[in-house]
């Protein structure tokens, strides 16, 4: 069964303060996401990388950074956070990008609460 | 635009009914549609998918059906269970797509005992 692990679990900030989101897989795979769930909006797509050092934009982008520094680890970075990235957030892993045979991996969510 | 798109929001039925939800796509290059099932604290997971050279998918009570000139699927839950009481997505990928995976906004479902 694919392992991915979320850290912290919940996290409370103020506005402008920095914030990581820690993914780890463990299944070897190569791709990784990050989704921000709201209500009314489903699941959207935040960034995700193919692999090591590599990064693409997804749909939402705007005021988060991320960074693949190895195939396990993916990286969620907020460095000035605004009440309206207050969200869950889920990381997501795939061994073949989501193409017709592939299946996401989805960790346990992260809680973030920006005052 | 949104790629993907689900009906109802939200969808209550009796235990032991058929519960029916609807899903629209709009890029007719998306080839397959996986649907993932999200229980209250934990992270999606898949429940089932097809392809689009499909117009049925069954595993047990769920079921799958495509119409691919209409862009659209829906997901049948037959006999359905307390324990089924769930977000569900559909999704819709394609070949060519960048590797990306569309979500839909989701319905989530409640079966009443």
Known sequence: EAAVTQSPRNKVTVTGGNVTLSCRQTNSHNYMYWYRQDTGHGLRLIHYSYGAGNLQIGDVPDGYKATRTTQEDFFLLLELASPSQTSLYFCASSATGGLNTGQLYFGEGSKLTVL | ?113
């Open chain 2, 1 to 113: 635009q949104q790629q993907v798109r689900q009906s109802p929001q939200s969808l209550t039925v009796w235990e032991g009914e058929t519960a029916i939800l609807n899903c629209s796509y709009e890029d007719s290059t998306f080839n397959y549609f996986p649907w993932y099932q999200q229980f209250p604290g934990e992270g999606p997971a898949l429940l089932i998918s097809i392809s689009s050279v499909s117009d049925k998918k069954e595993d047990g009570r769920f079921t799958i059906f495509f119409n691919k000139r209409e862009k659209k699927l829906s997901l049948h839950i037959t006999d359905s269970q307390p324990g089924d009481s769930a977000t569900y997505f559909c999704a819709a990928s394609a070949r060519n797509n960048n590797n990306r995976i569309f979500f839909g906004d989701g319905t989530q479902l409640v079966v009443k005992p």
